[in-house]
């Protein structure tokens, strides 16, 4: 894989932000190209307090190829590591903005936590839609 710090410029930001529906805290992003023209892509969200570190891959095309939960700080909630539940997002991409309770099933007692990782999940696929894919 080769890395690639991504440096997003503010209307790159602005555009993520409002096609994603989510915010847009960064304007780096750790990411490294796949050896088949897709995307591994390193980040954080908030749970309900702490951050989660998440690991994303995207195909080449932008679907979620898969998620990983890398560090989860919350006291609760770390059902959000089932491989079903992850599972949610395998193929989605850019072309809706995912929604808890609609797309992605919610865990009782991990709301917040899955509700920001859904988040996550639309402003990685709108940054791929805005800035990897050109890259």
């Not at 954080?44 to 890398?70: M, P, S």
């Amino acid at each position: 894989m080769t890395p690639q710090l991504v440096k997003l410029d503010k209307a790159q930001m602005k555009a993520i932000q409002k096609s994603s529906d989510t915010r847009v805290r960064h304007d780096e992003i750790n990411a490294w190209r796949t050896p088949d023209g897709g995307w591994f892509i390193l980040d954080q969200v908030i749970g309900k307090h702490e951050n989660i570190d998440i690991a994303v891959g995207l195909e080449q095309d932008g679907t979620v190829r898969g998620i990983e939960i890398l560090v989860y700080r919350e006291t609760y909630g770390d059902q959000v590591r089932n491989p079903k539940w992850r599972a949610q997002f395998h193929g989605k991409d850019h072309s809706e903005i995912l929604r808890l309770d609609e797309q992605i099933r919610n865990i009782s007692g991990a709301t917040l936590s899955c509700r920001h990782i859904t988040d996550g999940i639309n402003r990685l696929t709108h940054t791929w839609d805005h800035v990897l894919q050109y890259l």
